[in-house]
């Protein structure tokens, strides 16, 4: 147990350290957000798993259905005493974690948004099928040992964005450049998830990278980078499972970009606490996380997210 509490304090700090210096170590920066995965184009259109995860922290392999709802407020002008406007954003996916084989997962989201938010002029909605997203993870290791009931599992991946979503080049004139339903650019994802369990005790940590590409507009949305530490503990009531947990996530955007040129007060971070639940019964679980920013820098100060929410319904494989 000391080596579990030491473990989670090391990445700890070392989140903390990046969260302080990434913008002279790793020069991440965050584009415009308008609303999750990450207030920018993770926000609206592409809100596809980041910071929320993609993995269930009950089953390894599942198919199911999951609703993600952010909520962020955006200044509508350029003064300092223009309007903030509220923005919905809301996603259904279909998700899913299905083995290949032993040391092989795919790993699928298919999205369906539908946002909205409140201008001055009146509401505006969009709704449709989003950017879908494939992946493919390789255990490069995966120890348990039942005499002192510890394990450890680390996986590494990649995949691909498909732009499934439309694209509105119209949509990049306002401060959310990130209300669209997709990119129109195929992106690229590094992904790693390290699981540790001792007991009833576990922690699951990820980092991904997403590489984005211009699209036919020649825009082009900010490469991301999402973080997220979970802890979480197993109790097992026979014929029902409940698992809580709590945790930390982050995102780094860099400028968008168009024509090849940097879009200014288009980049930016955020750092959440979140929590959640899970509970599972026979092949079937149902899970809620909650997320609040604990600190923020997005687009200037002109976005300010509010809260993150989520919903998954899974049958284990």
């Known amino acids: 147990m000391k080596k579990f509490i030491l473990?989670?304090?090391?990445?700890?700090?070392?989140?903390?350290?990046?969260?302080t210096v990434k913008d002279s170590i790793y020069k991440f920066t965050f584009h415009r957000m308008?609303?999750?995965?990450?207030?920018?184009?993770?926000?609206?259109?592409?809100?596809?798993?980041?910071?929320?995860g993609f993995s269930s922290m009950l089953n390894n392999n599942f198919?199911?259905?999951?609703?993600?709802?952010?909520k962020y407020a955006t200044k509508e002008g350029v003064f300092n005493n223009s309007p903030w406007i509220d923005e919905n954003f809301n996603t259904t996916q279909i998700w899913a974690r299905i083995p290949?084989?032993?040391?092989?997962?795919?790993?699928?989201?298919?999205?369906?948004?539908f946002n909205n938010r409140e201008l001055i002029t009146g509401k505006q909605s969009i709704q449709g099928l989003g950017d879908s997203t494939i992946m493919g993870m390789?255990?490069?290791?995966?120890?348990?040992?039942?005499?002192?009931?510890?394990?450890?599992?680390?996986?590494?991946?990649?995949?691909?964005?498909?732009?499934?979503?439309?694209?509105?080049?119209a949509n990049n004139g306002t401060l959310n450049p990130s209300f669209q339903l997709g990119t129109g650019?195929?992106?690229?994802?590094?992904?790693?998830?390290?699981?540790?369990?001792?007991?009833?005790?576990?922690?699951?940590?990820?980092?991904?990278?997403?590489?984005?590409?211009?699209?036919?507009?020649?825009?082009?949305?900010?490469?991301q980078f999402n973080y997220g530490s979970t802890l979480f503990y197993l109790l097992d009531l026979n014929k029902i499972k409940i698992v809580p947990q709590a945790g930390i996530a982050g995102e780094v955007y860099n400028s968008n970009q168009q024509f090849k040129q940097e879009v200014s007060d288009t980049k930016g971070d955020i750092v959440f606490g979140k929590f959640g639940l899970e509970i599972g019964k026979d092949k079937f679980s149902l899970g809620a996380n909650f997320m609040l920013p604990i600190n923020?820098?997005?687009?200037?100060?002109?976005?300010?997210?509010?809260?993150?929410?989520s919903l998954n319904f899974n049958y284990q494989l």
């Not at 940590?205 to 949305?221: D, M, P, R, V």
Request: glycine share 10%; net charge neutral; proline share 1%.
């Open 185 to 223: 650019s195929w992106d690229y994802l590094l992904v790693s998830e390290y699981v540790i369990k001792k007991n009833q005790f576990g922690m699951n940590t990820s980092l991904s990278y997403t590489f984005k590409t211009e699209n036919q507009q020649h825009y082009q949305f900010g490469n």
């Open 296 to 309: 923020q820098n997005l687009t200037g100060g002109n976005v300010e997210a509010k809260y993150r929410f």
């Open 63 to 70: 198919i199911g259905i999951r609703y993600v709802n952010q």
């Open 138 to 169: 390789y255990s490069v290791f995966d120890i348990h040992s039942d005499s002192i009931t510890v394990g450890h599992k680390f996986q590494l991946g990649g995949g691909l964005k498909v732009p499934s979503g439309k694209y509105n080049a």
């Open 7 to 19: 473990l989670f304090s090391i990445l700890l700090a070392q989140f903390i350290a990046a969260n």
């Open 34 to 52: 308008l609303l999750l995965d990450d207030e920018c184009d993770a926000c609206g259109c592409s809100a596809n798993g980041g910071s929320m």
């Open 100 to 113: 290949v084989s032993d040391k092989i997962q795919i790993t699928a989201l298919v999205p369906f948004h």
